[in-house]
């Protein structure tokens, strides 16, 4: 059973570990709701996981460090682990999924751990790291449904609740269930009137399925960009606690948390991956009832690939209204392009990227297709060209 007097004490070894990351004003997010981040994102291996796994492994007996220490991760967990068995001298093994973002394989590595890629998803990693356990007598650490990770994974709850009293509603991203488990029971402790939301990707909603069903759902296959939270199925601890301290699980799209994470990178300069952004998300697309109320989304982490990163912010411009891609049957012959440029331009478009298609199948004999990308302010904007090219005579087929 946890205490509260457990999470008061993860607050204290931590201190000089994990840093207290700061909780930051972000006035455009959704302008009906007072929105400030907690960014876990900064926090000493890019996620609040270094929390809950030191924490954990400075409680081992000496014995059980001595056999090493074993875990899995979708990557942020393992740098958590890595980290701490290196500050305690003790070894440290971590399955990851073998698609895990490069960035976070080579941060394990470079954090001390010997690092085992397993084909799949977190759950086969999870079942690797059990197999070697048992064959080789480690001690497991779980990413998230061990009492000791979730008590430390609730210190965060302790800082919003110093760091901001008046706080009314928070929200926190769902994949185990540790990092909000933990969360909410300390922030209910203190403060039962604060609104605690659970977000999940719509790929991967294990635990928002588990809450609606009243038992704990397993996933046959989950994906998302937030890898970070791609699990299938929730803990037993973390379930019992979610379903006790958090007031309602929701699930937010792929297009919403790319646009969540360019907000957050052009909005308040903060890297997000995935996972990390789906508070934000939530709030920014209306998804929980806490307009006018002071809210805080935890920004979870922030170790996302380059390469990645760059797919969500181009899907994060499409979902936002900035990048557009209209298709035109045109007639072939002269000064048609000269037109729709022509058009495009005096509405303020900024064409990035034209393919002009002549004898397609699916086009005229005496025609041919024009594929044009442009850089737009907003959706409104994309309407007043797509209605000027109209106006103009032009025909939009996509």
Known sequence: ML?????????????????????????????????????????????????????KISQLSDEEKSRGVIACSAGNHAQGVALGASRNGIKSIICLPAGAPLSKVEATKGYGAEVCLVPGVYDDAYAKAVELRDKEGYTFVHPFDDLKVIAGQGTIGLEIIEDMPDVEAVVVPIGGGGLIAGVAFAIKQLRPDVKIYGVQAEGAPSMYKSIKSGKREHLDSVKTIADGIAVKEPGVNTFEL?????????TVSEDEIAAAILALMEQKKLVSEGAGAVSVAAVMFDKIPVKGKKTVCVVSGGNIDVTAHNRAVRRGLVKSGRDCSLILDLEDKPGQLSGVLH????????????????????????????????????????????????????????
Request: with cysteine; hydrophobic share 35%; net charge neutral.
């Open 3 to 55: 205490e509260l007097s457990e999470v008061y004490n993860a607050a204290r070894v931590l201190k000089g570990v994990a840093r207290r990351t700061p909780i930051m004003y972000a006035s455009r997010i959704n302008p009906e709701v007072e929105v400030h981040l907690k960014c876990e994102n900064l926090q000493n291996t890019g996620s609040f996981k270094l929390r809950g796994a030191y924490y």
């Open 242 to 250: 979610i379903g006790k301290y958090v007031d309602e699980v929701v």
């Open 343 to 398: 058009v495009i331009a005096a509405c303020g478009g900024n064409v990035v990227s034209i393919v002009h298609e002549r004898n397609s199948a699916s086009t005229d004999v005496n025609g041919c297709k024009l594929h044009v990308e442009l850089e737009t302010r907003n959706h409104e904007h994309i309407r007043e060209i797509r209605e000027s090219l109209t106006e103009a005579g032009f025909k939009i087929v996509d």
